[in-house]
């Protein structure tokens, strides 16, 4: 390990160019120092080239004094229209400041301007992409196995991700349909009808995949289907033939011919009577009711439809509900509806809820044995990067060395336990002897046991978004998809699987739904993985203080008092778990952790408070002229109104005090968080009708306390929210008031 990371690893203010541009001179240092090397780079390349213009000519000075009276009118409208991210109020969407290294990264490829989309156009930011997806494999524990080995690359965004993870899954899934109706249907390609596969079931033996039937076909598992160009490769050159004779096998693929045509012919050369087809038009992805947008449009796209995606319903802390999945698949294993996907969410945009990942697997290995199979999608794009938490900084390390010594300290003193979370944060804070207040979080101080568990799983998975712009705090476009398989992103080539020919694999651009891509944004996840490492030290000690910070909001939310309106949040804590954690709300971090060290009960409540990542889901009832109102429209209408005093809609908007957002739970599938806001807050319940709520996301690192110890601004910040909501209530009375009156002879 480099000492520049391991000195790096002790001041976390060093990271973010802060909100109040702390780190200003810094970041100016480092923009300032990639100008020169460009320009450098171009006087040096080809020297002996001719200037093309003067810039001492009275036009060329003219021109430049009207970009830059431009440029002014541009940049003060920023500073002035922009969403201030950055700041301590703005408790919005899933954006805060960019690491200050992923900036500089990306000013400094912004520069040359390089396009991912082939090697030739980006020979570096290429190479830097490839870094960063081996670095994203690792981080989720992707790291390959025998035949496996992972491979991942940049998109512009997780929605993007989402639809090539659907494509993918679609094109290996149908392959072998297209393989056997080649085989069939090819005289030449006749000798290799020999290949055996085995079929997706309980104790079943080797067949000839020729002889498979349709369904049979549809459900082998992955990596079955992954090892078939490999398999025909062999078979043709133990065979001596002709290999070029396996690009047959394209004029068969649901690639090459689309879903309607490559239905209608394997249906007729598999001879399945029209049941093949029918099946194919009814292929299901299946995902939450909280999954994203971008999910159905990923079935759109695909020439499934929207209605391809089938919803299941959650549960109350909007996580998936389980049991309905398990009868969703019951139900389409016997009407022999092929299932392409299942989506398990490693946090919701809207309400960081973790699905039941290893559920899911395990559902998964009970429906192959009764001969069914789907590919596993976690869609990680908000929450991959929590798997920094579960992995220790290198002993080489600052960080490394600062845990081990308070680890040392209290495994020393009379018996303390040293693997205590609470008692080992409680240390760091209380040595009065480190600079810049060290802190290293675990994944034992903030996330709760469930998420820590599906977090592990994610090596297990098919597909895995991971969003570098989300909580890698990079600079858009950012996303990306990981395989845990390098041959399944082959499927989407379009051309022929690379093992049918000679050569390297091609360039990273022949993958994925996006042509040109900005080798900017690789260079600027490079550079922030480069200072931060992927680990407890880097962006764990990162989301480590986010996630406590957000555990700190949640107990300032639920203490929450007004005579004007009530206030429910999605937990699954008890009315007694709740109460212990509204006494955490006066107490600083260093007492907090205190507390904790000394009740090993409050700390298995602090674990399981709050979201089961930084999102916090919560809606709000008015009590207008001491009466409580029961009608959920009106609820609907109170938060509405909130959320638009607590944030900008159109430029010219004046600034809130506090950033907050919003969104809906649909009333088809959302039945249980809209039941269980509704009875906190004490309204009828309408089953046809959706629930507006708000969202707080919380991703300063100082929330709750600067790097110096000098202010906890969670009181201050979520005091905004109560005064906004009570001069809500004030506005909704007077209005009552007025139409009494108009109503009165």
Known sequence: MSATRGEGAQSLGAWFLGPRGESHDLLWSLVHHAMHHSVKGRKTTYPSDPDWTNPDSADFRAESQFIQDNYEHLVKNLEKECVPFSSYRYQGHMLWDQTLPSLAGYFAALLYNQNNVAAEASPLTTALEMEVAADLCKMVGLTGEGRIKPWAHITCDGSVANIEAIWAARNTRLYPLALCAALRNESDLGALDSIEVRPTGRNQPLKRLAKLNWWELMNLTGDTILGLPTDLKQLATSLKMNLNLLKRIDAYTVQYLGLTAFAERVDEVLEAGGDLRRALAKQKVLGSASAHYSLPKATTLVGLGSRAFH?????????????????????????????????????????????????????????????????????????????????????????????????????????????????????????????????????????????????????????????????????????????????????????????????????????????????????????????????????????????????????????????????????????????????????????????????????????????????????????????????????????????RKLSIQKGGDPIPPLYVTSSIFDSANSGAPIAFLRKQLRVNHNRRLDMNFLITTVMNPWLSDTENGTRNMIPEVFGHLQRAAESVVDEMAASATSKLLMLTP
């Not at 994925?512 to 000690?541: N, T």
């Not at 109460?579 to 205190?594: A, F, G, Q």
């Open 311 to 643: 919803q299941v319903k959650v549960q109350r802390n909007a996580r998936l509900d389980t049991d309905h999945l398990q009868q969703c698949l019951e139900n389409f294993l016997a009407e022999r509806i092929p299932v392409m996907t299942v989506v398990s969410i490693i946090g919701t945009t809207e309400e960081s809820a973790v699905d039941d990942l290893s559920a899911v697997l395990e559902m998964r290995q009970e429906f192959r044995e009764r001969g069914m199979d789907f590919f596993i999608h976690a869609d990680g794009a908000w929450g991959s990067y929590f798997s920094s938490l579960l992995h220790e900084p290198a002993a080489d390390s600052a960080a490394g060395a600062h845990l081990s010594y308070h680890q040392d300290i209290l495994a020393n003193n009379n018996g303390s336990d040293g693997h205590s979370a609470a008692a080992l944060a409680h240390q760091q804070l209380s040595h009065k002897d480190t600079s810049h207040r060290q802190f290293v979080h675990t994944d034992k101080t903030g996330l709760n046991a469930h998420t820590e568990r599906q977090l592990r799983r994610l090596k297990d998975v098919d597909t895995i978004t991971a969003d570098p712009h989300k909580s890698g705090f990079a600079p858009y476009p950012a996303g990306s998809l990981l395989y845990r398989d390098a041959r399944m992103p082959q499927m989407i080539q379009i051309t022929a699987p690379v093992i049918y020919r000679e050569g390297d694999a091609p360039t990273v651009g022949v993958f994925g739904v996006e042509g040109s891509k900005p080798g900017a944004a690789a260079a600027g996840v490079y550079f922030s993985h480069k200072i931060i490492p992927l680990d407890q030290g880097g962006y764990g000690r990162i989301l480590g203080r986010c996630t406590f910070n957000t555990k700190r909001a949640f107990a300032q939310l639920v203490a929450m008092q007004s005579e004007r309106f009530d206030f429910a949040v999605l937990t699954d804590l008890s009315d007694t778990d709740l109460d212990v954690v509204r006494s955490w709300v006066d107490l600083t971090n260093e007492e907090l952790w205190e507390q904790l060290s000394e009740h090993p009960a409050e700390m298995d409540i602090f674990r399981r408070a709050g979201p089961d990542l930084n999102i916090i889901t919560y809606a709000l009832n008015p009590i207008i002229n001491g009466e409580r109102n029961t009608d959920p429209k009106v609820t609907n209408d109170f938060n509405d109104r909130v959320f």
